[in-house]
């Protein structure tokens, strides 16, 4: 039975310039990787396929070739965590109307968890004259801006849960990390819905791609301006340490 690597997340995922490079003439070339119409969103209104991040060793891409699995990047620069939830359950279903035969363990659901203080919100835009959704970002300054924390901790356990529920439910290996925010679950009434099993070694609370990078490159903060991060993204040797680390995380727990 052919696998089916998923992987999902916000602009860690899916590359981001200047941290990668555009193509926007790119196509897609290799017959196992691609990316969903609208990254599986289907509140867009557009048809096409945007490929402008294909030809960038991306993470995604990466670990579907070393794992020689036919590989959908599903990621979307700006997303909060509760769209990424509902992106992934759409292309799964999406995938499993189109090959009609799932089956246990068929599909390997990777997905890099954005900050929790990232929120969709509704902002007026003059030059179209109407409220368009968008999302508050997480710069340092939202923790003592926003609300308290644990509503936040609250509202990520509850997405986590409801993606974490339907990936059981159609047996899918799991496996998720945060890539570039803690996620102190402990403190919240909720977080026995957590299980760490699925997360990467097994810790739901460490920013696990940043802090790799701190550990082999020393990069300390977010925006720290070096080859392996660049205005807060990681470049593309990031991504592809990243991507062996997932490999061998993947075929050592048996994922794959």
Known sequence: ??????????SWTQGDNPAQTPNWEAEKNLPWYDIPRNFGNHGLVSK??????????????????????????AGRLGDDNRGIT????????????????????KFLVVVGWSSMLRQSIFEFQEEKNKFLKSQRR???????????????????????????????????????????????????????????????NNDPESAHFLELL???????????????????????????????YLTDYIKKNGLN
């Not at 096409?48 to 960038?56: A, E, T």
């Not at 082999?216 to 062996?244: Q, R």
């Open 1 to 10: 039975m052919e696998k089916i690597l998923v992987c999902n997340g916000d």
């Open 138 to 200: 997480p710069q340092p300054f939202f923790r003592e801006e926003l609300p308290k924390s644990s509503m936040w901790i609250d509202d990520f356990i509850l997405n986590v849960y409801t993606l974490q529920s339907y990936l059981e439910s159609i047996n899918a290996n799991i496996l998720f990390f945060n890539a570039f925010d803690t996620f102190d679950y402990k403190n919240s009434r909720y977080k026995d819905l957590i299980k760490k099993e699925y997360w990467f």
């Open 48 to 73: 096409r396929i945007l490929y402008k991040f294909y030809n960038s060793p991306v993470w995604p891409k990466i670990v579907g070739e070393n794992l020689k699995f036919k590989t959908f990047n």
């Open 214 to 244: 701190d550990e082999l490159f020393g990069v300390k903060e977010l925006y720290d301006e070096t080859k392996y991060m660049t205005e807060g993204h990681p470049t593309d040797i990031s991504h592809i340490t990243w991507a062996h």
């Open 86 to 105: 509902l992106r992934t359950i759409a292309v799964l279903e999406d995938l499993k109307n189109q090959t009609f035969d799932l089956g246990t363990d």
